[in-house]
C-alpha cells in the first residue's frame, strides 16, 4: 500500500510500538559503548552502531559511513587504550530514538588528555538500541 503526500508516493508502514528508554537507559549506552573502547576489540565497538550508521570522528576529518569505516577508525583510536568520561550531557527522547549530546573527554594511556564535543543518535533497530549518528569534535582551543 502506498500514500500519497504532496504528490509522493511513500510506503505505508505498519505502526510501530515504541520502546521503552529513558534519560538513566540513554546514561547507559554511553557506559555501553565505553566498556567497548577499554575492551580494545574495534569489533565489540562496531556492534553497537547500525549498519548504516554515519560517525563523524574525534581524530579524523574522514566521515565513516560503513561499518568497515568505523572499524578502521576504532582501530587505531583503541590502540591508545581511551578511557572516555561524560563531562556534560543534554538527552532528549522521542519515540524509537533518543539523543545525548554534551561534552565528554578521553584519557589515554600515555597519559595525554582529549577533550571533545558529542552527539550520539540511537535507534531502536532489530530489537535493540544501535547508534545511528556519532559526531565528536575536538573542544575549540583544544
Known amino acids: 500500500m502506498l500514500l500519497l503526500w504532496l504528490g509522493w508516493a511513500l510506503p505505508a508502514r505498519a ?18 559503548w565505553n566498556s567497548a573502547l577499554r575492551s580494545g576489540d574495534p569489533d565489540q ?13 574525534t581524530l579524523s576529518s574522514q566521515p565513516r559511513t560503513s561499518p568497515a569505516g568505523i572499524r578502521d577508525y ?40 582529549v577533550q571533545a564535543r558529542y552527539t550520539f543518535v540511537y535507534v531502536f533497530n532489530e530489537g535493540r538500541w544501535q547508534i545511528q549518528h556519532h559526531h565528536s569534535s575536538l573542544m575549540p582551543g583544544a
Open 15 to 32: 505502526a510501530e510500538a515504541c520502546a521503552p528508554m529513558d534519560p538513566r537507559g540513554v546514561a547507559q549506552l554511553f557506559d555501553q
Open 45 to 57: 565497538v562496531v556492534s553497537l552502531y547500525s549498519d548504516d550508521a554515519l560517525l563523524l570522528p
Open 74 to 113: 576504532f582501530t587505531g583510536f583503541l590502540a591508545g587504550e581511551p578511557q572516555g568520561h561524560i563531562d556534560s550531557r543534554s538527552i532528549q527522547l522521542s519515540c524509537n530514538e533518543a539523543m545525548a549530546a554534551g561534552t565528554y573527554s578521553f584519557r589515554f594511556a600515555d597519559v595525554h588528555q
